[in-house]
């Protein structure tokens, strides 16, 4: 097993400087683990169910505030999640078309999409987005017309 080191004087101090500065809650967390093994009260599995992360995480976590500091421990390298590829003013022109149900199917919404914006879309992905902006189609899936044609029928109509 895996024994946790001293961390420092230097160390603990500037770890106790940044917890008491205002922080995000995924760097509150990392502060408090680093705390726990400064303390030398808990062992890794204690420190890490009392914090809420894995025991692989209260490892790297201190490694890398001994590796790269406090500043290192609290800096992430994640660069966000992808943007859509239908957003702003394209979305609301394409969530008005759907409302005023000039769009009827998902290939109808991918053929404005490409002629509006030349982007294209997998019907799912198509699906997904007429999803998110909270669109109807006014035409069921062919899969559901096969199914049970009165229904399909009367979704036209209504």
């Not at 062992?43 to 590796?67: C, H, L, T, W």
């Not at 000039?102 to 490409?114: G, P, S």
């Not at 069921?140 to 036209?156: G, L, Q, T």
Request: aromatic share 4%.
């Amino acid at each position: 097993m895996r024994t946790l080191p001293p961390l420092g004087s230097e160390l603990v101090k500037e770890i106790d400087l940044a917890w008491e500065q205002p922080q995000a809650d995924w760097a509150r967390k990392r502060l408090l683990v680093v705390r726990l093994i400064a303390r030398h009260e808990l062992n890794a599995d204690q420190i890490a169910e009392v914090a809420g992360v894995s025991r692989p995480s209260v490892f790297n976590y201190r490694d890398k505030v001994v590796r790269e500091g406090v500043t290192g421990l609290l800096t992430r390298k994640w660069a966000g999640a992808r943007k859509p590829l239908v957003s702003g003013a394209l979305a609301e022109e394409l969530a008005e078309k759907l409302d005023a149900g000039k769009i009827r199917r998902v290939k109808d919404a991918q053929a404005w999409l490409e002629k509006r914006a030349r982007r294209t879309l997998t019907i799912t992905g198509m699906r997904d987005t007429l999803k998110r902006l909270k669109g109807r189609l006014k035409v069921p899936r062919k899969s559901h017309a096969k199914k049970d044609e009165a229904k399909a029928k009367a979704f036209k109509c209504g």
